[in-house]
């Protein structure tokens, strides 16, 4: 569909966004392949800090109806910005701290100022890239939720009023979704609580202006495997309700800059070699359900 095009509301729709392009080799060929082949993604987001974030030219050219998103990252890689104008971020060797970012940040060891000040450069170098195309922010490891302030204030500062909702819905991939749900929750009431105070951090975006989906489809609750489980995209596609929901991917050929910086690793290849495949894309369209990028919302 073409830019500025309007969007008419369906029973279902989908947005089905690639995270981590340009996050290194393997996940920057491995979405445009996805994207190629298999026609399911309707949306990435960019980490701005990789040398492969240049072929996002490549991809906005080739695919101009996929929204394009910036997926805010302190955690993995170098900065954008030279690593002695944010030092609380980095390392010794320049690098970020990858997953010690949360706890440093819980202790006010990573200055704010600084935090800002690379996420604009990440947000400037995306916008040099892909224009207008821009759509929306989300970041590395839903880190955002930590400093959801700063993050809204961005999003502001840059005119970028669409985001991911982390108010999840759990357990689409299960056979029986209520009484596996109720079931989860039941025996780790940690995770409701989590759950319901990402809600309301949701409903605190939205009052500021933010748009998002319904909710984010977010898969591992049920014990039945994760995405790179292919009947786990069956079952979520036929229990899709009505409305417009969120799921994230990664599908990658995964190599050392990820074996580096992501626990999820090997899996990767397993999601590349399910969202490369046309079946998904024709179930969707079977069941009525619509892929949209997020200028649908």
């Known amino acids: ?11 279902r729709r989908l947005i089905v966004n690639a995270d ?9 060929q491995g979405i445009l392949d996805a994207l190629r082949e298999g026609g399911f993604i309707s ?23 996929v929204s394009v998103g910036v997926h805010l990252n302190p955690m993995a890689g170098r900065p954008c910005l030279a690593a002695s104008q944010v030092p609380s971020l ?30 604009d450069a990440q947000i400037a170098r995306v916008k040099q890239l892909a224009g207008d ?11 955002h939720l930590s ?4 993050f809204l204030k961005l999003a502001k500062k840059w005119q970028l009023n669409r985001m991911r909702n982390n108010a999840s819905i759990i357990c689409l991939e299960s056979a029986s979704p209520r009484f596996t749900r109720l079931k989860a929750y039941s025996t780790k009431p940690h995770v409701w609580l989590m759950h319901n105070y990402r809600k309301w951090q949701m409903r605190r975006a939205q009052a500021s202006g933010m748009r998002m989906a319904d909710m984010l489809i977010t898969v591992g609750y049920a014990g039945t495997g994760n995405k790179s489980e292919y009947e786990n ?19 990658a050929y995964p190599d050392e800059t990820l074996k580096r910086w992501s626990y999820y690793y090997d899996e990767r290849r397993r999601e590349l070699d399910i969202l490369r495949g046309r079946q998904l894309r024709m179930l969707a369209a079977n069941l009525g359900i619509e892929l949209v990028p997020f200028q649908a919302i």
């Open 133 to 143: 195309r821009v759509t929306h922010l989300d970041s590395q490891g839903n880190s």
């Open 43 to 65: 949306s990435i987001s960019v980490n701005a800090n990789f040398p492969e974030v240049e072929r996002l030219r490549e991809l906005v050219a080739e695919f101009p109806e």
């Open 90 to 119: 980095v390392d010794g060797d320049g690098y970020f701290f990858n997953a010690k970012f949360m706890r440093l940040l819980r202790r006010g060891k990573i200055s704010l100022s600084e935090l800002e000040a690379e996420f």
């Open 233 to 251: 995209w069956q079952r979520i596609l036929g229990n899709l309700p009505d409305g417009t929901y969120e799921i994230y991917c990664h599908p």
């Open 1 to 11: 569909m073409e830019a500025g095009a309007s969007f008419p509301i369906m029973a």
């Open 147 to 150: 400093y959801l302030p700063l």
């Open 20 to 28: 981590g392009f340009g996050f290194g080799s393997g996940a920057t």
